[in-house]
């Protein structure tokens, strides 16, 4: 992976900020002119560092207010693979992530309401290869936030 100077870093700080912004108003910012910043974003986006540019949608806009996390324990021993393709048919799974520890898995899900939501983990619960389920459901958020990269842990 290509490793930032601080001028990506400070680039890549606006464009979390506001992926909206012009080059020119990155550059700017950031003591460059817009093709300049352009050229770097290219760079960026060619070597993975930004994946992508999206709209962050409030889930409650989209009536998928309730969400849970779910310690996923698998039977025997399963691939992380294999653990991905059996959740991916599940529309109610937005994140899924391997972990240390007792679980295989932990599997965030966004369902309507709490109906919704059991369902969900009961078809979760059905998935072959899962042995059992532990569920948290989720009262209220108290903090989310996109990593900043002028605050990486390996610049401090």
Known sequence: M??????????????????????AEIGSSVGLSAPAVKRRVDRLLDAGV???????????ALGWGTEAFVE??????????????????????VAA???SGAADAIVQLRA??????ETALERLRGVDI????????VLSTLLERSPEPTRAPADQ
């Open 72 to 93: 996923v324990h698998c039977r025997g021993n399963v691939a992380p693979a294999r653990i991905r393709a059996s959740l991916e048919p599940l529309p109610e799974v």
């Open 50 to 60: 930004i994946r992508g540019f999206t709209a962050v949608v409030n889930p409650e």
């Open 130 to 137: 899962i042995d059992r389920t532990v569920s948290t459901v």
């Open 97 to 99: 992530y391997t972990v």
């Open 2 to 23: 290509l490793r930032m100077d601080p001028l990506d870093q400070r680039i890549v700080s606006c464009l979390v900020a506001n992926a909206r912004a012009s080059y």
């Open 112 to 117: 309507g309401d709490i109906h919704h939501l």
